[in-house]
């Protein structure tokens, strides 16, 4: 059985920096993408960060410059770096993977990240 466990949400001042990680175990034969994702209340559920399989890194305007998506396939981890953190970065972020050649996808349950003005 597959699962992503993400850590290291939390409370931080605008300005401030937070590091996700997104712990994958479990049987996945072909990983295509690696993905973060984040749902604020009231919106729909938004992709910030996307790292393909042998391709490149891309990100959402909102986060571009601030945001980086990273990974250690020694420790099956991906991470999300987020630097200068805004108010309008509070949401519930999600790590995604992409398997099988798209006939499987796995998700987080979700990490509480609260930037306060």
């Known amino acids: 059985q597959v699962q992503l466990v993400e850590s290291g949400g939390g409370l931080v001042q605008a300005g401030g920096s937070l590091r996700l990680s997104c712990r994958v175990s479990?049987?996945?034969?072909?990983?295509?993408?690696m993905n973060w994702y984040r749902q604020a209340p009231g919106k729909q559920r938004e992709l910030v960060a996307g790292m393909p399989s042998g391709g490149s890194t891309s990100y959402a305007d909102s986060v571009k410059g601030r945001f980086t998506i990273s990974s250690d396939n020694a420790k099956n981890t991906v991470y999300l770096q987020m630097n200068n953190l805004k108010p309008e970065d509070t949401a519930v972020y999600h790590c995604?993977?992409?398997?099988?050649?798209?006939?499987?996808?796995?998700w987080g349950q979700g990490t509480q990240v609260t930037v306060a003005s």
């Open positions: 479990g049987s996945i034969f072909t990983i295509n993408a």
């Open positions: 995604n993977v992409l398997a099988e050649w798209g006939t499987a996808d796995y």
